[in-house]
Structures are given as C-alpha cells and as structure tokens.
C-alpha cells in the first residue's frame, strides 16, 4: 500500500512539472521554422493556455519562408528583413525585450500566433538569426513600451538617399 501511495505521487509531481512547464519540450527542426508537427509539445493546460508575458522563460519557435509575401495580422507584408515577433494576447506595436543566451532584442507585435508546439512567441526568421535561434527554445521576454502599427513595423530603417551629386548638397 505504501509503495503504490508513492508511486502515485511521484507520478503525481512529475505532471505538475509538465503542466507548469518544468520540463520542456523537445525542439523542432530549423528546416521546418522550429515548428514542426513531429516535435514533442508541453502536454497538459500549459500547452493550450498562453502564460502572462513577461513572466519568467517563455517557449519561442520562428516562422519564415512559407510565409513571405502574405500579410500579418496587423498588416504587415512579411519579408525576409521583417524583425518582429507574433503573440496571441498583446497588442499590434507592442514592444517585446527578447533574451536568448547572451543576445537581446527589442522586437515589435506584429502577428498573432504561435499556434504550434505550445510556444508563446513566435519570431520572424530575421529576428529567430539576430537571436542565433535555430530551434524551438525557451527565452526571457518582457514588454517594454509600445510604438504605432504602421505597415511597415518591423522593417529595418531605409537609409537616406544620396544625391546626383554624390551626397553633396547644392547651394
């Protein structure tokens, strides 16, 4: 009787751990945009329920390639030098601080998602690459502040153009 009362508990622990995200889960392939349908996902309220941004590490995939040329859920036509991340829960233009390893960046919301692998965040592939991100990980994210949704949030800023005159202003 003893012996099944703390084989339940310890069975009982080791779900809690899951649920609370303790124990991660496997990562995806980087081929794949870090979510993929083979990876193994957090099973339990955890992996259907987002956790409150900002609240300790976080599950993050990356999408890219099968979704250049279409349009974010704020408006945005993803490219290849789109930075910005997508979040089901926080507003279009709010600003993420971003932490993997020892690199940090501060990314806008412009898309919904993710809806794969229980993750939170789902960053652009140019943000995943600044990062060093080539699979599902766990990051620090924390929202800092919040800028206008622009259709073009998330570009990188174009730089002035030179003049015929090599740059030289006339007069």
Known sequence: MQRAVKKTTVVALLGAMLCAGVLGAEPASASTGGASAGATAIVGPVASAP??????????????PGFYGQ??????????????VANRTLRCGTLVDVTYRSRRLVVPVIDRGPYANGADWDLTS??????????????????????????????????????????ASAG
Do not use: H, Y
Request: aromatic share 2%; proline share 10%.
């Open 51 to 64: 956790r409150k941004p900002g609240r300790g590490a976080s599950i993050a995939t990356w999408f890219g």
């Open 71 to 84: 349009r974010t859920a704020c408006g945005q036509m993803l490219t290849p030098a789109v930075v910005g």
């Open 126 to 167: 140019e943000a995943a690459r600044a990062l060093g991100i080539q699979d599902t990980v766990r990051i620090r994210a924390r929202v800092v502040g919040s800028v206008p949704n622009t259709p073009t949030l998330g570009l990188p800023p174009v730089a002035p153009q030179l003049t015929a005159t090599g740059g």
